[in-house]
């Protein structure tokens, strides 16, 4: 399968501009050749007149199951909700309710132009066939805990899915270990899980760190450190760490870590949302920390809006430094696509460039948000909306047309989500 | 023309909740029955179910006219940006160039739910007309400074603009005098504006009040008083002030409106974006204060997504507090509908009433945002987004249907704005 794309406008992140009138080649799952006047056969040739493309969006932190609890117990504490509203509700789901939750939440993704997901959870094989039959790329990451004595059962549980799904479907499917948080889990299972990384699995860890001063008080009082200077003592600085939040990083956490394969992934709508806070993305960036981003889950966000994310992203941080220049546009969209890409360990991931993995976006500009056209990366990122997503292409194969979602009914997993819930709260 | 909606949701901002299986009846430009199986005959009559009805929301600050600067001249500071980047290019603009980009605001501002603005720009009359053809309702504020020396010009105008357009179209639109700031207005200036909404108009003025740190600092130097004891001390608190922005309103300023006709307008994205602070939200409600919303102008916004405004607005305030519940999504809502009304003078407006005057819109409930059906208010505010609004209705007519506006075609006001934007730069 290949596709020429002819006469569109492409971001080039790495130069910092919009190159115009340039055809793509697509062969295969990956981008061949991106000049003028491309003289080449494709089985399919697309004109790309009045069209933006981009690499297509990395969502580096999310819970795709977790679309019941879109607007169901909001305004409350992160730990309040979760031990009295969320995990309660979420002990009662099952892998197939899981599987239809995590196929809404990967419609939402791919109508906002992700390509590429990281999701942390738990019945994860049902969320791996999800993102096979979508087409999206996708990280599963089991969610682990063992304050409720099942680490083991955990273990066992995850080391099952590696062997079923790292690697799956040409490797557009991975498999990180994942302990939740420090608040859940045991130093011992802290460091089992370390330990499994390195020898067993690709010593890539995915973990909650430093969401709340409550959490970086706790850590303080337990353990006599910071979260992540904690996990930083068990040895978690010797894997790649993706690190979810990281809204209270203290400037020391960032002198430890800053040399480091270790990636905060700024979740904006959720920590304002829960009230966390600000994650200090500016100085982050001052220390060119490899910052991802990500939507977090719908019961928190409470959306999988990946461009929306992008907006509030931006706009928020330059309040917060009282700078209008800090955080700027171009800084957004890398974290979107190739420092996402670089934090989930994908490869050749995240750039519009030549051969480079075929994930992109192609965004119709005859928008109201493009109207009239003056700088198009600063309009990707203040001015655009969701449905300015016009088609998304995974891995060489759309999986969005003209709005359309290629692989799945979206108004059936609209309906089987409804139904399936209303059977969940009368469990 | 009448339209009865049957077995509709609807908000009831009065009792902050959503009614189910409601019919409503409109009959001209009012909301005349709300009931159960009403058996009423109506020119039309709509399927309500899988719908939900709120009130049109009101945009209370805005600059409809600089459409054509989105996106132009991002991430710099309020002052460098307005006098090096804006004012140069916008001394350009013609009354012809004002009227097409407003209309594309206005379009805008109708695709996501408004349908009431209240616009401070100039060749007003241009935007009035664009107001009226478009069907939605506009309070036209004419922005004028004196220190171009040309204060005497500007209040000539202002009272043509007053003659002309005031209670046109049934009253959809009015005229109210707008100063633009006290740094671009002198003493005797701003002394004569409100003396003449005093003697010749109807006692209500527009102004930018509080925006900066910058104001406020000079403030200070200058008058000896911050930027709402000035204008108090001129007389401004004997009129209904429409007060955009009051990011730095200060604890005595708040005492001194909090039983004034004084109504802060909340822009969050605009003061985010340029870096201008965040406002004080959760203190002025509890000073039972009525603030109303605003997504102000393209070019500081950079979208006129009402929907979006209200998500940015509510969560952002959350962070600021550290407190989950602060900004609860019904305070965002009566903001949006109801408190903007009052702010701009409107009778009977904003709520889904008998009575009131029907500006409303029709959200579709078979989305993405609203799966599952959970906290209606909550979806509204933290999930929806600008195309889950499928229809809009202003004086009891339809101003969108089914995405598609009305009374105005769409593309060709994008091709008018890219061509006469081209034309400018040139000038």
Same mark, same amino acid.
């Given at each position: ?79 309040? @909700?979760?031990?009295?509203?969320? @995990? ?11 599987? @239809? ?16 997901? *990281? ?65 859940? *889990? ?101 220390n060119n920390i490899n910052i991802a981003m990500g939507t977090d889950g719908d019961s928190s966000n409470n959306n999988q809006d990946f461009i929306e994310e992008m907006h509030i992203g931006a706009i928020v941080n330059k309040a917060v430094e009282m700078n209008e220049k800090a955080v700027p546009a171009i800084e957004i969209l890398k974290m979107a696509t190739v420092n996402g890409a670089k934090a989930l360990g994908f490869k050749n991931l ?43 292409? *995974? ?33």
């Open positions: 399968m290949s596709v020429l794309i002819k006469n569109i406008s492409y971001l080039d992140i790495e130069n910092e501009k919009i190159v115009d009138n340039a055809d793509i080649f697509i062969n295969g799952n990956k981008i061949e050749k991106i000049g003028k006047d491309l003289n080449l056969e494709a089985d399919e040739t697309i004109n790309g007149e009045d069209k933006l493309l981009t690499p297509g969006f990395v969502n580096a932190h999310t819970h795709l199951g977790m679309s019941y609890f879109r607007n169901y117990a909001d305004d409350l504490k992160l730990m309040d @909700w979760l031990e009295q509203e969320i @995990w309660p509700i979420e002990a009662k789901l099952n892998a197939e309710d899981i599987y @239809w939750s995590s196929m809404l939440s990967i419609i939402e993704n791919i109508k906002s132009g992700v390509t590429s997901f *990281c999701d942390m959870y738990y019945e994860m094989h049902r969320v791996g066939d999800a993102a096979i039959e979508s087409g999206i790329r996708g990280v599963l990451t089991r969610g682990m805990t063992d304050v409720d004595g099942e680490g083991e059962k955990k273990l066992k549980e995850f080391d099952d899915l590696y062997k079923n799904y790292h690697n799956k479907s040409d490797g557009r499917i991975k498999v990180v270990p994942a302990p939740h948080a420090i608040y859940t *889990c045991s130093t011992e299972f802290l460091k089992e899980i370390s330990k499994r990384a390195k020898e067993n699995y690709d010593n890539i860890i995915h973990i909650h760190l430093s969401e709340t001063i409550n959490e970086v008080e706790n850590s303080k009082k337990d353990y006599g450190m910071t979260p992540i200077e904690y996990v930083a003592s068990l040895g978690y600085l010797d894997s790649q760490i993706i690190a979810a939040h990281c809204v209270h990083i203290t400037d020391e956490e960032i002198e430890l870590v800053k040399d480091k394969e270790f990636y905060p992934v700024y979740n904006p709508s959720s920590n304002l949302k829960l009230a966390s806070g600000f994650t200090p993305i500016d100085k982050l960036l001052k995240g750039l519009v460039k030549e051969g480079y993995t075929a994930d992109l976006n192609i965004f119709n500009l005859d928008s109201n948000s493009f109207t009239p056209r003056n700088n198009l990366i600063s309009a990707l990122v203040y001015s655009a909306n969701s449905h300015d997503v016009e088609s998304v292409i *995974c891995d060489g194969k759309f999986i969005m047309r003209n709005r359309e979602i290629v692989n799945i009914d979206e108004k059936k997993i609209r309906e089987k989500v409804i139904e399936i819930w209303e059977n969940i709260k009368n469990r």
